[in-house]
């Protein structure tokens, strides 16, 4: 704990000087409070508007997650489906990659038309955006397995339960980590983007109202909450990367 400590010490200084920076800079400057804040008016803003805030919190949050858990079910399920098969290698792996190149937010409406503005058609924005690292990732993962070692196994009498728990799986856990830490980090975008899109609660619709409004520290305090749920989601996947995969450092 200490060394880890000792570690962060030079990313928290380096926060500590952009907070400083934002607050005497917009003093300095005389800078309008629609456009940038003062770091103080944010944290007061924050504090006045904390049960409100907590709230939102917990909708995004909650939308975050279900949708990361739809990808993460659903992501592997592709992902193993094009390690099996030939066939979903050469027809539905080339349309997960090619599905990147449409526009994530031209496709958010069209949730917001099948699902409705309830709950659902947020999760569905959330699994657009993370489906693909989870699904990619953990397909490479799948691939990378070692084929001596396969070989090994089955020269040795291991059945297809066994290559799959002993093999393919612990081979693929280091992609799928990857693919779920861009997934944990950027979950919190796809819900944000749904609400925006129309909802009712939620950190995404509390800063649009803030702005429409012009209340910058509204929507500086919002946007503070999404990137620390953000780094909380990040970091929540790399301490269980941690705690599946520690055995493997070396």
């Given at each position: 704990?200490?060394?880890?400590?000792i570690?962060?010490?030079?990313?928290?200084?380096?926060?500590?000087?952009?907070?400083?920076?934002?607050?005497?800079?917009?003093?300095?400057?005389?800078?309008?409070?629609?456009?940038?804040?003062?770091?103080?008016?944010?944290?007061?803003?924050?504090?006045?508007?904390?049960?409100?805030?907590?709230?939102?919190?917990?909708?995004t949050?909650?939308?975050?997650?279900?949708?990361?858990?739809?990808?993460?079910?659903?992501?592997?399920?592709?992902?193993?489906?094009?390690?099996?098969?030939?066939?979903?290698k050469?027809?539905?792996?080339?349309?997960?990659?090619?599905?990147?190149?449409?526009?994530?937010?031209?496709?958010?409406?069209?949730?917001?038309?099948?699902?409705?503005?309830?709950?659902?058609?947020?999760?569905?924005?959330?699994?657009?955006?993370?489906?693909?690292?989870?699904?990619?990732?953990?397909?490479?993962?799948?691939?990378?397995?070692?084929?001596?070692?396969?070989?090994?196994?089955?020269?040795?009498?291991?059945?297809?339960?066994?290559?799959?728990?002993?093999?393919?799986?612990?081979?693929?856990?280091?992609?799928?980590?990857?693919?779920?830490k861009?997934?944990?980090?950027?979950?919190?975008?796809?819900?944000?983007?749904?609400?925006?899109?129309?909802?009712?609660?939620?950190?995404?619709?509390?800063?649009?109202?803030?702005s429409?409004?012009?209340?910058?520290?509204?929507?500086?305090?919002?946007?503070?909450?999404?990137?620390?749920?953000?780094?909380?989601?990040?970091?929540?996947?790399?301490?269980?990367?941690?705690?599946?995969?520690?055995?493997?450092?070396?």
């Amino acid at each position: 704990m200490k060394r880890r400590l000792i570690a962060n010490v030079p990313v928290l200084l380096f926060v500590l000087l952009l907070a400083v920076l934002w607050e005497v800079g917009t003093r300095v400057m005389n800078i309008p409070h629609y456009i940038i804040p003062r770091l103080s008016d944010v944290f007061v803003s924050m504090w006045e508007n904390k049960q409100l805030l907590g709230k939102h919190f917990g909708v995004t949050l909650g939308e975050s997650l279900l949708g990361l858990g739809i990808s993460v079910l659903f992501g592997t399920l592709a992902a193993a489906w094009i390690e099996s098969s030939g066939l979903a290698k050469k027809t539905v792996y080339p349309l997960i990659v090619g599905s990147q190149t449409i526009p994530i937010i031209a496709l958010s409406p069209i949730m917001v038309m099948w699902f409705g503005y309830e709950i659902w058609s947020k999760i569905a924005v959330v699994v657009l955006f993370t489906f693909f690292p989870l699904a990619v990732n953990t397909a490479d993962g799948l691939r990378s397995a070692d084929p001596d070692i396969g070989e090994l196994m089955r020269t040795m009498g291991a059945r297809k339960r066994d290559l799959l728990t002993k093999w393919k799986i612990p081979s693929a856990l280091p992609g799928f980590f990857t693919g779920l830490k861009m997934a944990a980090a950027i979950s919190v975008g796809g819900a944000t983007l749904g609400e925006w899109l129309g909802g009712e609660n939620g950190l995404g619709m509390y800063t649009k109202r803030a702005s429409n409004m012009l209340r910058g520290e509204a929507v500086f305090s919002g946007v503070i909450l999404l990137s620390v749920m953000g780094i909380i989601l990040f970091l929540a996947v790399q301490w269980l990367e941690r705690a599946c995969l520690g055995h493997r450092r070396s």
